[in-house]
Structures are given as structure tokens and as C-alpha cells.
């Protein structure tokens, strides 16, 4: 069973930056793709970022691809977003989820899919204030 644990939320000044934490146990192959997503209140789940442990490729949301950038340490078994220029419009809870490679199913689209990911965090508050 893969455990996911988000950290490093917090509030912050518009401009300013955090680096959210997330720590996968139980990593098998059922969990090679790690994605962040955020929900603000009154909205939709939205795609940020999401990459592979056993790969090179990202893949980032358009309205976060210039400030926000996923990475992976994986003898930490840990993935991380770094938030740069961070906005108002960014404070939201944010997610980190995980799931089996599903391209050969789905192309390689379906990285910002939340209902294609197996695995969810409990998830972090990022406030930014103006």
C-alpha cells in the first residue's frame, strides 16, 4: 500500500516562495507516476505538475510552468515542488497523488488526470497573501 505525506505548506507573501514536500512508502511500480494537484475553495481539483520516478520527463500545468518546477530524490523516496513568484491566485490545497504508468492506455496526457491517479495525500494548505 503506497502512504503518501505532503509537507511544507504555509503562508506566504505574494512573491515570495515555499517548496512543498512529498514522502512516498510502500513505492512500487503501482506508483511510478508522482502528480501534484491543488483545489482552491469553490473549485475544481487542478493539475500542477507530474513526472516519473524511472524517467526524465515532466510535465507542468500552463499557468504554473514558469514558476513552479517538480522534482524527484528518489533515495528519499520523496518528490517536491518548488514555488516560485507565488500569487494569490495559487493559495489552494495541494495534493500529491500517485499511480501506475497509464501511457500505453492513455498517451501521455493523462499525467493531469486526477481520477487516473490511485493514491492521494492528506494534502497542504499554501496561503499567499497580496
Known amino acids: 500500500q503506497v502512504q503518501l505525506v505532503e509537507s511544507g505548506g504555509g503562508l506566504v507573501q505574494a512573491g515570495g516562495s515555499l517548496r512543498l514536500s512529498c514522502a512516498a512508502s510502500?513505492?512500487?511500480?503501482?506508483?511510478?507516476?508522482m502528480g501534484w494537484f491543488r483545489q482552491a475553495p469553490g473549485k475544481e481539483r487542478e493539475f500542477v505538475a507530474a513526472?516519473?520516478?524511472?524517467?526524465?520527463?515532466?510535465y507542468s500545468a500552463d499557468s504554473v510552468k514558469d514558476r513552479f518546477t517538480i522534482s524527484r530524490d528518489n533515495a528519499r523516496n520523496t518528490v517536491y515542488l518548488q514555488m516560485n513568484s507565488l500569487k494569490p491566485e495559487d493559495t489552494a490545497v495541494y495534493y500529491c497523488?500517485?499511480?501506475?504508468?497509464?501511457?500505453?492506455?492513455?498517451?501521455?496526457?493523462?499525467?493531469?488526470?486526477?481520477?487516473?491517479?490511485?493514491?492521494w495525500g492528506q494534502g497542504t494548505q499554501v496561503t499567499v497573501s497580496s
Open positions: 497523488a500517485a499511480a501506475p504508468d497509464r501511457s500505453f492506455l492513455y498517451g501521455s496526457s493523462w499525467y493531469g488526470e486526477g481520477t487516473k491517479y490511485d493514491y
Open positions: 513526472l516519473r520516478w524511472s524517467g526524465a520527463m515532466t
Open positions: 510502500g513505492r512500487t511500480a503501482s506508483s511510478d507516476v
